[in-house]
């Protein structure tokens, strides 16, 4: 196995609303986009949204699940005023800010926000983690 | 904001054997790794492992929850064939085999994996959404 992901799927309950979300958010859909399935390209990788029924059948496991997910997507910002910024954005377009903007134990400063599913984003400011032109995050070796 | 995300984060119960499970799985940890979190470079973004309990605390959200966690990741690959190779060395590194390789109704070929905590990764080949030499899925605008 190389060492990458290629694409997020995000489990949504309603299509639309999260598609709508997530353009208010920056995320182009892409045209081949089709039927019930929404993908953004999102740097080197894909970002989709698929019904979350559909999405625990085409794993062939049982949709039933709350509560925590045990993961978290974020994205890494290169000045630290964006972090407020981006959690102001996500509250207007349909989410929910989870945790205000605010500085962190390790030197940065990062929020969360709730997509319309509950899906959890962190926006952070990372001192310590550059980002490419691109906005890649580049560690060390 | 800008369409991409930076790092995925994998709450796990064993940040020892989730290391080892993605080494064996091909990610090799960066120096920055340190203390409770351990960093992988993943293309142009981070795979990150951090202790469940305090990534919810990170969050400020209750850490319980189970079941279907709502999202997946993906691992496109090159060739049909991958598909059952990466699911056997996920198995083989201490992951559990959640769907077979097989053909699927879209055209491609694609199976599940979840790793030690759980978190569902899905193996395809999609013929229909071409890699770049780095492996970066690449849609059409």
């Known amino acids: ?9 995000l489990g949504v309950a309603n299509l639309a609303r999260s598609r709508a979300f997530y353009e208010a958010m920056g995320f182009r859909a ?7 399935i ?3 390209q999102a740097g080197a990788m894909v970002l989709a949204l698929y019904p979350r029924e559909a999405l625990a059948e085409d794993a062939a496991v049982a949709a039933e699940g709350d ?12 000045a630290r005023e964006e972090v407020a910024a981006i959690l ?19 030197g940065g400063h990062s929020g969360y926000f709730a ?14 983690l ?7 995050p580049m560690l060390p070796p």
């Open 1 to 9: 196995m190389e060492p990458r992901i290629s694409i997020v799927t």
């Open 30 to 36: 892409s045209s081949a986009s089709q039927g019930d």
């Open 38 to 40: 929404v993908f953004f």
């Open 67 to 78: 509560g925590f997910r045990g993961l978290s997507l974020a994205h890494n910002v290169r």
């Open 88 to 106: 102001a954005q996500a509250a207007a377009a349909g989410g929910r800010i989870v945790k205000p903007a605010q500085d962190v134990f390790w």
């Open 115 to 128: 997509d319309p599913d509950g899906h959890l984003w962190e926006v952070a400011w990372n001192p310590h």
């Open 130 to 136: 550059p980002l490419s032109a691109e906005g890649a």
